[in-house]
């Protein structure tokens, strides 16, 4: 059992940047994925960004971008907090959704994937004004 629990959502006017951050808590495995994902109004749950640990006391990882996200978007993380940060800077009204992060296997098929994940948090509101 995983629990996430986001911050760092709120209302941005467009060119300004938000961080947000996922803390894990729980059975976390020494290999496993965290991703954010976003949904907005009317529309799939997409893929933003994920991280991967990929070793034990080391946690080797890998970060891995949506196209949208590249040169705008920094998925980093903190391995003593369990905690994982998305900067997201350069903002558009086109990046306002709820955004989720997610939990699941540390597999390159399945971490861009939402059927790959298997916990979820609750969803922060970012919201991009003109």
């Known amino acids: 059992q995983v629990q996430l629990v986001e911050s760092g959502g709120g209302l941005v006017q467009a060119g300004g940047s938000l961080r947000l951050s996922c803390a894990a808590s729980?059975?976390?495995?020494?290999?496993?994925?965290m991703g954010w994902f976003r949904q907005a109004p009317g529309k799939e749950r997409e893929f933003v960004s994920a991280?991967?640990?990929?070793?034990?006391?080391?946690?080797?990882?890998?970060?891995r971008y949506a196209d949208s996200a590249k040169g705008r978007f920094t998925i980093s993380r903190d391995n003593t907090k369990n905690t994982v940060y998305l900067q997201m800077n350069s903002l558009k009204p086109e990046d306002t959704a709820v955004y989720y992060c997610?939990?699941?296997?540390?597999?390159?098929?399945?971490?861009?994937?939402?059927?790959?994940?298997?916990?979820w948090g609750q969803g922060t509101q970012v919201t991009v004004s003109s």
């Open positions: 997610a939990f699941g296997k540390n597999d390159p098929r399945t971490v861009p994937k939402v059927n790959g994940y298997d916990y």
């Open positions: 729980g059975r976390t495995a020494s290999s496993y994925a």
């Open positions: 991280i991967t640990w990929s070793g034990g006391i080391t946690r080797y990882g890998s970060t």
